[in-house]
């Protein structure tokens, strides 16, 4: 069973920046795509970013609320997938979950807190 562990939500200032991190039990070369969703209180399960697998060319899809932001970057020695949050916002915060993608599953994270205070 794949694992997704989820690390360096937290609280942070506007303006501020986080760095999370998603850590595979599995090879990420297997995956043919990985990623990150938001979850705000109240609200729905959004989309944040992918990156497709690098054999599919890695390229990469951000939602417009976090273009120029945040980064998505991946660490394959260390089968793991991180997200730059630059520039944070209040409208930021929320249960972020790591996602990866294969053969038409997908595998979620236990998701990590990210507060952002105006």
């Known amino acids: 069973q794949v694992q997704l562990v989820e690390s360096g939500g937290g609280l942070v200032q506007a303006g501020g920046s986080l760095r999370l991190s998603c850590a595979a039990s599995?090879?990420?070369?297997?995956?043919?795509?990985m990623g990150w969703y938001r979850q705000a209180p109240g609200k729905q399960r959004r989309l944040v970013v992918t990156?497709?697998?690098?054999?599919?060319?890695?390229?990469?899809d951000y939602a417009d609320s976090v273009k120029g932001r945040f980064t998505i970057s991946r660490d394959n020695a260390k089968n793991t997938v991180y997200l730059q949050m630059n520039s944070l916002k209040p409208e930021d915060t929320a249960v972020y979950y790591c996602?990866?993608?294969?053969?038409?599953?997908?595998?979620w994270g236990q998701g990590t807190q990210v507060t952002v205070s105006s």
């Open positions: 990156i497709n697998s690098i054999s599919s060319g890695g390229s990469t």
């Open positions: 599995e090879s990420i070369f297997s995956f043919n795509a």
């Open positions: 996602y990866a993608v294969r053969y038409g599953y997908t595998y």
